[in-house]
């Protein structure tokens, strides 16, 4: 028993931090989730410790279908922290990219809406910033073409910022997944606001459009040059027959300007929504002839004309 309502079942899988079981909620009569921290690890870094119970504490304010559900928290024997969350039967997005390869549009489009609505309950009503927004921490359960979506992992999230509290990083540290920050993270990760949630999200939709990063680099020097650039290539080259407004939709994303980009996600969502309505971009060889080469034809034309009849 890890609580008087809470029965531990089978183990589920371990990792490096911690391990998570399956367990029986005698209370909500259901399945659910315990997530622990190895309590060496824990009573080593305060930090780990810290970032654990900082998830927990995010998670239990939270109220959305499309934010993992927290059940309760607390220390087991010998004082082992824990989490009793909702258990989800499912894969991650990247699992899912890796076992399906592209995503439909239309099912692009339903996970995007998903998404959004997470992040507005997320930032709107609860004024927090994830942080660490990527393709592992997206759960996808349900059917392959209209999934539901769950946001995951808020043990780096920022919340309100509050007297005393604690703060997870010395100067100069940087917090997130180095793919996903936007230009602004990188520079100072504890003065982000939502909109470098926002940022990830795209990278989130341009992964699921054409499997691919849209900023990379064999070092972490070039990848951030990259970011910082906005460098990527525009997913109408690496996909055909995207609606036409795709990739204006990640130019204003990546845009280097944070107040030139979508400023919630709900934008973002509706922007995306009425450029999948877009008409299909032509192929590069079908683009067909630029105005100025047919005013210069013109021109060229009435001069040839022109000498004949002298």
Not at 50 to 70: D, G, M, T, Y
Request: charged content about 25%.
């Amino acid at each position: 028993m890890v609580t008087d309502h809470v029965r531990l079942k089978r183990p589920l899988g371990e990792g490096g931090m911690g391990s998570i079981w399956v367990a029986e909620h005698l209370t909500e009569r259901k399945e659910v989730a315990v997530k622990f921290v190895w309590k060496e690890l824990a009573d080593k870094d305060p930090q780990i410790l810290e970032r654990f119970q900082r998830e927990a504490r995010v998670l239990l304010k939270c109220n959305s279908p499309h934010v993992v559900k927290i059940y309760d928290k607390g220390m087991a024997d010998e004082h082992t922290p824990f989490i009793v969350m909702e258990l989800l039967h499912g894969e991650t997005l990247i699992d899912r990219l890796e076992r399906t390869g592209q995503l439909s549009l239309p099912t692009i489009g339903f996970i995007v809406s998903q998404i959004a609505a997470g992040l507005h309950h997320v930032h709107h009503d609860q004024n927090i910033v994830h942080r660490d927004l990527k393709g592992e921490n997206i759960f996808l359960l349900g059917d392959d073409d209209r999934p539901l979506v769950k946001i995951l992992d808020f043990g780096l999230a920022k919340p309100p910022g509050a007297p005393g509290q604690k703060k997870l990083t010395a100067a100069g540290t940087m917090i997130g997944t180095a793919e996903y920050m936007s230009p602004e993270q990188i520079l100072s990760s504890k003065d982000v606001d939502a909109r470098a949630d926002l940022w990830a999200f795209a990278v989130l939709t341009y992964i699921m459009l054409v499997t691919n990063l849209p900023f990379q680099g064999e070092r972490m020097s070039v990848l951030f040059m990259a970011i910082r650039m906005s460098q990527y290539t525009p997913p109408s080259a690496l996909r055909d027959a995207l609606p036409s407004d795709i990739d204006a939709w990640f130019a204003r994303c990546f845009d280097m300007d944070v107040n030139k980009r979508f400023q919630t996600a709900d934008e973002m969502n509706e922007a995306w929504q009425v450029a999948m309505t877009s008409a299909p971009a032509k192929p590069a060889g079908e683009q067909g002839i630029p105005m100025w080469a047919i005013i210069v034809m013109l021109v060229v034309g009435v001069f040839i004309m022109a000498r004949s009849w002298l």
